[in-house]
Nanobody, 124 residues
Framework: QVQLVESGGGLVQAGGSLRLSCAAS????????MGWFRQAPGKEREFVAA????????LYADSVKGRFTISRDNAKNTLYLQMNNLKPEDTAAYYC?????????????????WGQGTQVTVSS
């Protein structure tokens, strides 16, 4: 059973920080790239960040560059998203996703398995 389970969301004030986690199971984690997407009510799902299998050459949306950091621990089958200096416009459900290859990019079509999401709400 291929599965992704996000955690770590919550309610924070603007300027605060959160770290999201995504626990993966059902495949050899290091053989796929991983990504984070988010979706706010009434809006399209948008790309946030991606990490290839090695964790290097990471990719970020312009809106989060310099504030968010994606990382992965292949030994723990876990993907992370460290979010600093959060803004109200970051409010959304955040989803982790498995890439179709070892180095997927910003397009949702490049990912084939999705978690259920974790809610991040930033006040102010």
């Amino acid at each position: 059973q291929v599965q992704l389970v996000e955690s770590g969301g919550g309610l924070v004030q603007a300027g605060g920080s959160l770290r999201l986690s995504c626990a993966a199971s059902g495949w050899i984690f290091s053989r796929r790239s991983m990504g984070w997407f988010r979706q706010a009510p009434g809006k399209e799902r948008e790309f946030v960040a991606a990490a290839p299998w090695s964790g290097v050459s990471t990719l970020y949306a312009d809106s989060v560059k310099g504030r968010f950091t994606i990382s992965r621990d292949n030994a723990k089958n876990t993907l992370y998203l460290q979010m600093n200096n959060l803004k109200p416009e970051d409010t959304a459900a955040y989803y982790c996703a498995r890439g179709r290859t070892v180095s997927s990019g910003l397009g949702a079509v490049e990912y084939d398995v999705w978690g259920q999401g974790t809610q991040v709400t930033v006040s102010s």
